[in-house]
Structures are given as structure tokens and as C-alpha cells.
T-cell receptor, first 116, second 117 residues
Framework: AQSVTQLDSQVPVFEEAPVELRCNYS??????LFWYVQYPNQGLQLLLK??????LVESINGFEAEFNKSQTSFHLRKPSVHISDTAEYFC??????????????FGQGTILTVHP | GAVVSQHPSWVICKSGTSVKIECRSL??????MFWYRQFPKQSLMLMAT?????????EQGVEKDKFLINHASLTLSTLTVTSAHPEDSSFYIC?????????????FGPGTRLLVL
């Protein structure tokens, strides 16, 4: 079984400031790691994912996350946020194989609010 | 990108009635769809895996007779909440995997908010 903990339920930040959204996970098997974003009244959208290889993964809109196996973390960062980044962010894991392949376990979500 | 729709987006019903929620993949075929549930201030929890042409597989603690899932075509899965009660009030979200695509690429619907009075 897997579990995901997002350490902050809400993160307020000013525009152009850096931000870090924290995510820790536990699992007895190898996992894939994901960050999803949900804008108001929209479905979850994949922001970025770690499957294998380089532990630092990036999204097209400036976010990045680093997989740290020893600390079982997958924190999301952005050096300079915009108002349009205001949304709820979900960290998730899924087993990388076996019968549970593809089944996502989500964290509780972090609401990022960017103020002007 | 791939689009998944859900209908209705919200529904209010009386206790004891049944409610059907549709999940459609609009521009791709999906052999596998997932149904999640999210209670207020809680995380999304996987309820079941919907497989086209076969029975759904349910997660532990989810009543299969209460939450009926039908995946009759490659673009449609339905979740029917039978004899709904107030405790079934929740946000129901589906996701779909592009047939032939990688299991880790899921496309999510916008969700259906159910309120049972």
C-alpha cells in the first residue's frame, strides 16, 4: 500500500516569489510520482511526473520537482510564481508494476494562492 | 490534449433514490477508466477500476452493490449510486487511460458533485 502526505494545506505567496509545495510518500514497492494541478471548475491536469532516470523533472510552465528516494519526497518548486498559478496542487503515486499498476494514491492537496 | 467529460456536473437528489454519473472520453478510446471520490477537505480516494467489456474491480471498503459501474463502450463508463444516502454526498471524479497508452497517463474529468438530502 502507498500513502502520500502533503505537508501544507494552504500556501499563500506573493507574485514573483519562489514557492515550494512539499510532498512525502511511503510505499513498499517501486512507484511513479506525479504532481497534478486543478484550476477552479476544471479537472485534474498532469503537471509533471517522475518515472525513472533523472531525479529532477520539469514542466513546461516553470515548475520542477525532485525525487529524493532517501527522504521519500517529491517536492514541487517554482522560482517565480504568477497570479495564474493560483490553483490546488495534488501529489500522487502509483505502483510502477503489478496488479495495482496505474492506480493513483493522492495527497490531501495544497491550495496555492498567489497575491499581487 | 485528451478530454474527459462528466455528466452531470452536479446533482441533488432525495435519500433513497439512485443517481447515474457518466464519464466519457471525447476524443480517444479508453479500455480502462477509474472512479475516485473526494470528501470535503480530504484527498481523492480510488473507488474502482472500470474495464471495458468486463466487471469492474473495487477497492477495499467500497460496496460493489451500492456503486454500480458499467463500462459498455470504449468511450463511456457509468457510475450508479444506488439508494443514495446523505453520507454518499461527495465529489466523484473519473479518469481514463488512452487505449494502448501508458497506464501512468491518466486524463481526468471535471468531477460530479453529488448532494443527497
Amino acid at each position: 500500500a502507498q500513502s502520500v502526505t502533503q505537508l501544507d494545506s494552504q500556501v499563500p505567496v506573493f507574485e514573483e516569489a519562489p514557492v515550494e509545495l512539499r510532498c512525502n510518500y511511503s510505499s513498499s514497492v517501486s512507484v511513479y510520482l506525479f504532481w497534478y494541478v486543478q484550476y477552479p471548475n476544471q479537472g485534474l491536469q498532469l503537471l509533471l511526473k517522475y518515472l525513472s532516470g533523472s531525479t529532477l523533472v520539469e514542466s513546461i510552465n516553470g515548475f520542477e520537482a525532485e525525487f529524493n528516494k532517501s527522504q521519500t519526497s517529491f517536492h514541487l518548486r517554482k522560482p517565480s510564481v504568477h497570479i495564474s498559478d493560483t490553483a490546488e496542487y495534488f501529489c500522487a503515486v502509483s505502483p510502477s508494476g503489478g496488479t495495482s499498476y496505474g492506480k493513483l494514491t493522492f495527497g490531501q492537496g495544497t491550495i496555492l494562492t498567489v497575491h499581487p | 490534449g485528451a478530454v474527459v467529460s462528466q455528466h452531470p456536473s452536479w446533482v441533488i437528489c432525495k435519500s433513497g433514490t439512485s443517481v447515474k454519473i457518466e464519464c466519457r472520453s471525447l476524443d480517444f478510446q479508453a479500455t480502462t477508466m477509474f472512479w475516485y471520490r473526494q470528501f470535503p477537505k480530504q484527498s481523492l480516494m480510488l473507488m474502482a477500476t472500470s474495464n471495458e467489456g468486463s466487471k469492474a474491480t473495487y477497492e477495499q471498503g467500497v460496496e460493489k452493490d451500492k456503486f454500480l459501474i458499467n463500462h459498455a463502450s470504449l468511450t463511456l463508463s457509468t457510475l450508479t449510486v444506488t439508494s443514495a444516502h446523505p453520507e454518499d454526498s461527495s465529489f466523484y471524479i473519473c479518469s481514463a487511460i488512452l487505449t494502448g497508452g501508458r497506464q501512468e497517463t491518466q486524463y481526468f474529468g471535471p468531477g460530479t458533485r453529488l448532494l443527497v438530502l
